[in-house]
T-cell receptor, first 113, second 110 residues
């Protein structure tokens, strides 16, 4: 049982490059989330989705975009990478509401130089 | 708006008991979560309280007082492996996502 899978695990980008962080889950969960975590800080919500075709902004959406074309996949796109986006990114999911334990992926460690 | 506060760091010794506090301000209340996060790893679920009182789960217990906007995580018989960050979180007003506190880093020494 894979759960939530994130790829890549590590990536170094140059300023201005773009990339997509992949997230897929095999638990048929409707709710999916993207967080970023800076050193010594908690998790900040970037975007979330309550089902295929539905996405909404979290606390820190600027510089990111998401899509949710299927229940399984919730990719996060950085269009013009900036040093401020250096962080660890976590994807998570819950079955059908937020007040359920979240299942997290292992994270993507992204450095922008 | 929502605000979740918890201490930044705590230290304790093996075998001791430690209490990690969390205060929250939310527009509407829909439960409170505690997660554990070891360095370099993803958070893992510890507990969820929606009613007032203490819920015990092995060495870990979690308490909630809705009237005071207050929760704590109690860790007993501390072990070295309990050294981690402990995150307090609550659902947003719409009930569609979690808002996390900054986390409390607990260091357990021998």
């Amino acid at each position: 049982n894979a759960g939530v899978t994130q790829t890549p695990k590590f990536r170094i980008l140059k300023i201005g490059q773009s990339m997509t962080l992949q997230c897929t889950q095999d638990m048929n969960h409707n709710y999916m989330y993207w967080y970023r975590q800076d050193p010594g800080m908690g998790l900040k919500l970037i975007y979330y989705s309550v089902g295929a075709g539905i996405t909404d902004k979290g606390e820190v959406p600027n510089g990111y975009n998401v899509s949710r074309s299927t229940t399984e996949d919730f990719p996060l796109r950085l269009e013009l990478a900036a040093p401020s986006q250096t962080s660890v990114y976590f994807c998570a999911s819950t079955p059908d509401r937020a007040n359920q334990p979240q299942h997290f992926g292992d994270g993507t460690r992204l450095s922008i130089l | 708006g929502q605000n979740i506060d918890q201490p930044t760091e705590m230290t304790a010794t093996e075998g001791a008991i430690v209490q990690i506090n969390c205060t929250y301000q939310t527009s509407g209340f829909n439960g409170l979560f505690w997660y554990q996060q070891h360095a370099g790893e993803a958070p893992t679920f510890l507990s969820y309280n929606v009613l007032d009182g203490l819920e015990e789960k092995g060495r870990f217990s979690s308490f909630l007082s809705r009237s005071k906007g207050y929760s704590y995580l109690l860790l007993k018989e501390l072990q070295m492996k309990d050294s981690a960050s402990y995150l307090c979180a609550a659902p947003n007003q719409a009930g569609t996502a979690l808002i996390f506190g900054k986390g409390t880093t607990l260091s357990v020494s021998s």
